[in-house]
Nanobody, 118 residues
Framework: QVQLVESGGGLVQAGGSLSLSCAAS????????VGWYRQAPGKQRDLVAT???????EYADSVKGRFTISRDNAKSTLYLQMNNLKPEDTAAYYC????????????WGRGTQVTVSS
């Protein structure tokens, strides 16, 4: 059974930092492209950042220069370092894994809340 479990969310003041983690189990982590999406109340779920199995990264324009995505295949863990947080970063953050080998499979975590106060 595949599980993605996010952690590290919380309440922080604008300008502060948070580090999110996503621990994966039940899959061969290195075979998956993984990433972070976020969803604010009443809005659609949007891409934040992705990292491929070969560690190629992609970021939403709104977070470039402030967020850094990384992965540790040995620990089957995905990370998101968020610096200089802004109130508009407030959202539930979700971890996702998409297979890059074999059938196209997509998995989601349950999310972790990030709240940035002004």
């Amino acid at each position: 059974q595949v599980q993605l479990v996010e952690s590290g969310g919380g309440l922080v003041q604008a300008g502060g930092s948070l580090s999110l983690s996503c621990a994966a189990s039940g899959l061969i982590f290195s075979w998956y492209d993984v990433g972070w999406y976020r969803q604010a109340p009443g809005k659609q779920r949007d891409l934040v950042a992705t990292i491929s199995g070969g560690s190629m990264t992609e970021y939403a324009d709104s977070v470039k220069g402030r967020f850094t995505i990384s992965r540790d295949n040995a620990k089957s863990t995905l990370y998101l370092q968020m610096n200089n947080l802004k109130p508009e970063d407030t959202a539930a953050y979700y971890c996702t894994a998409i297979s890059s080998v074999g059938p196209k499979l997509t998995y989601w975590g349950r999310g972790t809340q990030v709240t940035v106060s002004s």
